[in-house]
């Protein structure tokens, strides 16, 4: 292998048809660059049309730029000798060698050898999603490619690790406008996984049945308030989204369950009285629960449960509905 | 409606040798048949490319059914039900209603007919027999539309005498369709109901796709009245939608300007239920269908079903305007419990034998005029006595 310096300008950055890497500007690269210099070249292709493509060492080469160095040491092959869907499969193996790819590394890989190198989606079953620890499945190539073309913004809340990469999967066959609106609206807001999965539910069902975009759900002025409310942590204002939602979607049930708790209100009955409905109130029978530590305890809590019969309000927790 | 025409039929083998099967054959002329050797192992290509549920209709499978095609209704496992009885001629249905069940219940795609009719009425004439003292309201309409292949397969023809030969039995022909031809003539003796699913035009227009109109079912369900038959209106599933109220209230009162009231066995009420699995797979294939987007919880057996309060504010007004049309018509509920019963229609059933006695009654006193003497000693029996 001839290992040689190659003077930075002829190297063309701009091309990154091999690039894997999603993070091009670690900064760690660059101090252990300035510490102790390139110790593994790089691998260019010498193109026929001139100029230098970058195969393997993106971010080292960036790093060395920054760094105002003149020159790298590299690996130049001709470009006949490393054609594009070999000089990405070499990217490819080199990278994994060493480290797990993120998913939009992956789909970044996959997209590239689909849509750039056009190989067939079978090959691309059979030899690369093995090597990327993927299941060799239709379904999986196909939310890997939708992925690469997800929102920018996404992929920032996705790398952040605010976003799942099931949240990001659904949202990435979804209209970049929408995309667009989810990714701003997230920009203040935090949900948990499982939240994420239910909002995205709720929104697709609440347009659905107002016969309106997805993005017009999450531009009415009562989501924009809960965004814009300073007074909210951005969990807080997660599980504000969650209830405002649900309530829309589902008004027949919230307004039973307000009526049930203010109905529970009405009989005065101590916090550590707990009543429960059926589920979904699906029949009017209720659930109540206390506990007592003593025998003065049990006796007061039990008083106020014979209040609480002989309350008018009682009723009420029998009729929601 | 739009009539079915496969695009190919697959005989299993010993089908072949069944009559029934030439005679279907002999209907569907230019439809290229092929033998096969077991309807199990249908050509793998059924399941590939888009909307397989769809695209497998066009298959039309003839084979013998194996073990029973007589079975009590799902049902049966509802705090209140009716003691119902399917009999399976057929698996599926291409009428392509949204929220049809068999799309995530049947195995196959294909439309599949048995053809050993033979075996089906030695199965129900034993069945019956056996229990002289019971009576039994037995339907076709679980795993596939009773009367929609009826031009092809003329089933009808083989079992309504039949059961009008049955002292302690009725047929129930439920439908969405306007195949009522073959019914004509027939010497059914009050021993079949011919019954219609009914819903606003609306709703058929959305999600009953392929099935016959609402006044084709009327029309059909009119001239069976002429013919002597007892009629069954099932409103079910109920669906509710914007305008729903004013949509149903005409529907009911349409339902009375095609028939009389004293035709009528009965009406029955179910709201929509279905399970997690076929509303996902409903939003796939009908994406512009509303059904999925209702107020549901989970129910019995994990269904998903209206909320509580929305179900019984249907069957309530559903059963006020039905009233206001024809006081006397018996109208019971499907698959609901005690609670939604009591507080729809101000009354329960005490128990699921208290509902199958009065709906025995109901059939047995229609069968007595034509069958004096013959009305078995059974539960209906005692209850019209």
Request: aromatic share 8%.
């Amino acid at each position: 292998m001839i290992v040689e310096d190659v003077r930075m300008d002829r190297v063309e950055f701009e091309d990154e048809t091999c690039r894997i890497s999603e993070d091009l500007d670690p900064p760690q690269l660059e101090s252990s660059l300035r510490e102790i210099g390139q110790v593994n070249p790089v691998v260019l292709v010498d193109k026929s049309s001139g100029g230098l493509m970058i195969v393997c060492g993106f971010r080292r080469l960036r790093a060395l730029r920054r760094l105002g160095r003149p020159t790298a040491l590299a690996r130049i092959l001709p470009e006949v000798d490393l054609p594009l869907p070999e000089a990405l499969r070499l990217a490819l193996w080199e990278n994994v060698s060493h480290r797990e790819l993120s998913p939009l590394e992956a789909a970044r890989a996959l997209f590239t050898l689909r849509h750039i190198c056009g190989l067939p989606e079978e090959s691309i079953l059979e030899s690369y999603m093995p090597a990327l620890r993927l299941a060799s499945h239709p379904h999986v190539l196909h939310g890997y490619l939708s992925l690469h073309s997800l929102h920018p913004q996404l992929r920032a809340q996705l790398n952040e690790g605010r976003l799942t990469l099931a949240t990001v999967g659904y949202l990435a066959s979804k209209p970049s406008t929408f995309q667009g609106a989810f990714a701003s609206l997230m920009a203040g807001i935090r949900l948990t996984a499982s939240l994420q999965r239910q909002v995205l539910e709720l929104v697709a069902e609440l347009a659905a049945l107002n016969d309106c975009p997805a993005e017009a759900v999450l531009e009415r002025p009562e989501v924009i308030g809960i965004s814009s409310d300073a007074s909210l942590a951005p969990q807080e204002k997660g599980q504000r989204l969650y209830d405002l939602l649900y309530r829309q979607r589902f008004p027949r049930i919230s307004a039973a369950e307000d009526r049930f708790v203010a109905a529970i209100s009405e009989i005065g009955l101590p916090g550590d009285v707990q009543v429960r409905h059926d589920r979904y109130f699906e029949t009017p029978s209720i659930h109540v629960e206390f506990q007592a530590a003593s025998t003065e305890r049990f006796r007061v809590l039990a008083g106020t449960l014979d209040n609480a019969a002989q309350s008018p309000g009682l009723e009420k927790l029998f009729q929601i509905g | 409606m739009l009539p079915y025409r496969p695009s190919r039929i697959l005989i299993q083998e010993q089908s072949g040798r069944d009559a029934l099967t030439g005679e279907i054959l002999s209907r569907l002329p230019g439809v290229p048949a092929t033998t096969i050797l077991d309807a199990g192992g249908l050509p793998p290509e059924i399941l590939c490319g888009g909307d397989p549920r769809g695209r497998g209709k066009q298959t039309l499978v003839l084979a013998r059914h194996r073990g029973n095609f007589m079975k009590e209704c799902p049902g049966s496992g509802a705090e209140i039900c009716c003691n119902y009885y399917v009999v399976n001629f057929a698996y599926n249905c291409h009428l392509e209603c949204t929220y049809c069940i068999l799309q995530t219940y049947l195995n196959s795609p294909a439309m599949v007919v048995f053809t050993n009719v033979e075996d089906l009425v030695r199965e129900v004439e034993e069945k019956l027999s056996a229990e002289p003292d019971a009576f039994f309201r037995i339907g076709t309409g679980e795993m596939a539309d009773s009367l929609a292949l009826d031009d092809i397969t003329c089933y009808s023809r083989i079992l309504v005498p039949f059961f009008g030969r049955l002292p302690n039995g009725i047929l129930e022909l439920k439908t969405k369709s306007d195949r009522i031809a073959n019914l004509e003539g027939l010497d059914h003796r009050g021993h079949t109901v011919v019954s219609w699913s009914l819903n606003p035009a609306a709703v058929i227009r959305s999600d009953e796709l392929k099935t016959a109109t609402l006044q084709e079912r009327l029309s059909a369900a009119r001239k069976c009245q002429e013919w002597g038959y007892r009629l069954g209106f099932h409103f079910d599933p109920l669906i509710r939608y914007e305008g729903w109220e004013g949509d149903y209230e005409k529907t009911v009162g349409e339902l009375f300007a095609a028939v009389e009231p004293r035709s009528i066995a009965w009406i029955s009420l179910g709201a929509l239920r279905f399970t997690p699995h076929l509303r996902d797979l409903l939003k796939e294939r009908f994406p512009k269908s509303k059904i999925p987007y209702g107020e549901f919880v989970p129910g019995h057996h994990g269904k998903l079903r209206y909320f509580r309060p929305i179900r019984e504010e249907m069957y309530s007004k559903m059963l006020g305007w039905i009233r206001r049309e024809a006081p006397g018509v018996f109208v019971y509920l499907c698959m609901e419990s005690r609670v939604v019963w009591e507080r729809s229609f101000g009354y329960a059933p005490r128990a699921t034998s208290d509902l199958s006695d009065r709906m025995d009654a109901l059939v047995c006193g229609a069968c007595r005029g034509t069958l004096s003497g013959e009305i078995p000693e059974g539960r209906g029996r005692r209850l019209l006595t």
